[in-house]
C-alpha cells in the first residue's frame, strides 16, 4: 500500500507493504500516480519525497500481477506512474535503501534527486525475466549512463551498488541516513522559490519530453506482448516457485 502524508511544505509518499518487499499491485500503482498528482496540484506543497523502508525500497512490479492480470496490449497498471512521475512541475526527492528492482530503478530516472544507501541494491532485470525495460529506460539510461554502461545494466540485468549507480548517474549522492538526507534535501527545495524551480525543471526536460513519450509508449506495447511470451512464463512461475529459471528449450 502507498502511504502519503504533507510534514510543512514537503509531501511525503511511501511504499508500505514490506512483507512482499514493498512489491507494488495495480491498486498501488492507482494509490502512486493519485498521491502524486494530489501533490503536485496543493499548493501547500513544494517538494516531494519518495521512499520506502531504510532497507527496502521496492522489489518493483508485482510478479504474480504480472502472471494473473490480464492486460490489453499496450496498456499497463503502471501507466497512472508514467503519466505523472516525469511530468511533476514541483521536485521529486528520492531515498533508496535496500532494494529497488525493475520499476524500482527505471522511476529514479524521472526523479529530480536520488540519495542512496550504502545497501541499496538495484537492479533492471527486465531481459532475464524474458520481458523488455519499461517507464523510458531504454532512452533515459544510456543518455545518462552511456550505451556500454546502460547495456551492461539492461542486458544482463544483475544487481549492482549505490557506487555503481553513482558512477552511472542514476544515484546523486551515496549517504548512510538516506531518509535523513533525502528530507533535508527535500526542506531545502521547499524553501527556494517555487517558480524557478518549475521553469529550471522545465526547461531540463523540454527537449526530450517528446521522445520520452514516445519510448514509453513502445516499450509499454512490447513489454505488454512480451507478458504473454513462453520464456516470460518460465522465468516469472520460476520466481514464484523459487527455483533457477530453464530457458534451453526456447
Ligand atoms: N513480486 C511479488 N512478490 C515479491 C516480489 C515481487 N516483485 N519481490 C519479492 N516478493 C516476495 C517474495 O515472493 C517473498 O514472498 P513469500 O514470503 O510469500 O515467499 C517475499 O516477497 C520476500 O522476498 P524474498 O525474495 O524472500 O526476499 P529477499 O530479501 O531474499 O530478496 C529481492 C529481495 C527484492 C532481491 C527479491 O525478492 C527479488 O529479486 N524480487 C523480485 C524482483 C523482481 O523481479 N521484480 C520485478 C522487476 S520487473
Redesign the pocket.
Known amino acids: 500500500m502507498i502511504r502519503s502524508e504533507t510534514q510543512g511544505r514537503v509531501a511525503r509518499i511511501r511504499f508500505d507493504r514490506l ?3 514493498n ?2 499491485t495495480a491498486e498501488m500503482y492507482a494509490q502512486l500516480g493519485a498521491a502524486l498528482a494530489a501533490a503536485d496540484g496543493n499548493p501547500q506543497v513544494r517538494s516531494l519525497l519518495l521512499h520506502g523502508s531504510a532497507d ?1 525500497f ?9 502472471l494473473n492480470v490480464p492486460r490489453k496490449l499496450g496498456a499497463s497498471p503502471a501507466r497512472a506512474l508514467f503519466d505523472t512521475l516525469p511530468n511533476m512541475k514541483k521536485p521529486v526527492v528520492a531515498a533508496v535503501g ?2 529497488a ?4 530503478s527505471t522511476m529514479l530516472l524521472h526523479c529530480d534527486l536520488v540519495f542512496a544507501a550504502p545497501n541499496a ?1 538495484f ?4 531481459v ?2 524474458g ?1 523488455v525495460p ?1 517507464f523510458g529506460s531504454t532512452f533515459l539510461l544510456p543518455l545518462l549512463a552511456g550505451y556500454q554502461r546502460a547495456a551492461k545494466l539492461l542486458l544482463l540485468g544483475q ?1 549492482f551498488t549505490a557506487q555503481e549507480a553513482l558512477e552511472a548517474g542514476i544515484v546523486t549522492a551515496v549517504v548512510s541516513d538516506v531518509i535523513g538526507e533525502a528530507e533535508k534535501a527535500a526542506n531545502a527545495l521547499a524553501a527556494l522559490p517555487p517558480e524557478s524551480i518549475r521553469l529550471t525543471k522545465r526547461l531540463m526536460r523540454a527537449r526530450y519530453a517528446e521522445t520520452l513519450a514516445a519510448t514509453i509508449d513502445e516499450e509499454t506495447r512490447i513489454f505488454t506482448e512480451r507478458l504473454s511470451s513462453p520464456e516470460a512464463k518460465e522465468a ?1 512461475s520460476a ?2 516457485e ?1 527455483r533457477k529459471p530453464d530457458f534451453s528449450r526456447f
Open positions: 512483507d512482499k518487499k512489491a507494488i527496502c521496492t522489489a518493483g512490479n508485482d510478479v504474480a500481477d504480472f535496500g532494494p528492482v525493475g520499476i524500482g541494491r537492479q533492471l532485470p527486465f532475464p525475466l520481458i519499461e544487481p516469472m520466481f514464484l523459487k
